[in-house]
């Protein structure tokens, strides 16, 4: 009998982590009857397009992934428009591979709302400016601020309009 081997467990890039949340992404929705795409290129604010059955509109959803601390944006989305076919889908992975993401599905609008909200709140804490790095348009999305309102909300994704 061939003795198992280990393999030491690599900590994946942010690129990997990304990749891994959109893919988890699309695998759902697909599970749940979607017919949806990724995009390889880099659409602004856009990483996948799903079709629900049963509706007239697409949907665009932005996927942030990551593995512990808070999701990372950019205030600069807070500032765009928004449409009620739009969404963000936050993801988990965690670092026990053998436990299934959690996912939070948010509408854009309430995303772009959060994040001026945020960044308003961090400003007003430093003078009306950001404490280390002024010209970061860095901002991070904390799970305690979207884990009771949007865990696991993909009811917002194929409820009829």
């Known amino acids: ?7 030491p467990i690599v900590k994946p890039s942010t690129y990997h982590v990304g990749q891994a949340g959109e893919y988890f992404v ?3 929705l697909h599970r749940r009857g979607a017919n949806a795409v990724k995009f390889s290129g880099n659409l602004p604010s856009i990483d996948l397009i799903a079709i629900i059955p ?3 509109q697409h949907i665009e959803i932005q996927v942030k992934t990551k593995r512990t601390g808070t999701w990372q944006t950019s205030i600069k989305h807070g500032t765009e428009g928004t449409a009620d076919y739009r969404f963000w889908v936050l993801v988990d992975i965690g670092t026990d591979t053998t436990q299934p993401p959690k996912y939070y599905i948010i509408p854009d609008l309430w995303m772009r709302k ?4 945020q960044h308003k709140a961090n400003l007003a804490k430093h003078g009306g400016r950001r404490k280390e790095t002024p010209e970061s348009t860095h901002s991070a999305i904390k799970q305690q601020d979207v884990e009771n309102d949007w865990h696991n909300r993909w009811d917002l994704l194929f409820a009829q309009r």
């Open 26 to 28: 699309l695998a759902e």
């Open 54 to 56: 049963g509706k007239s």
């Open 114 to 117: 959060h994040i001026v909200k």
């Open 1 to 7: 009998m061939p003795m198992a081997t280990t393999h």
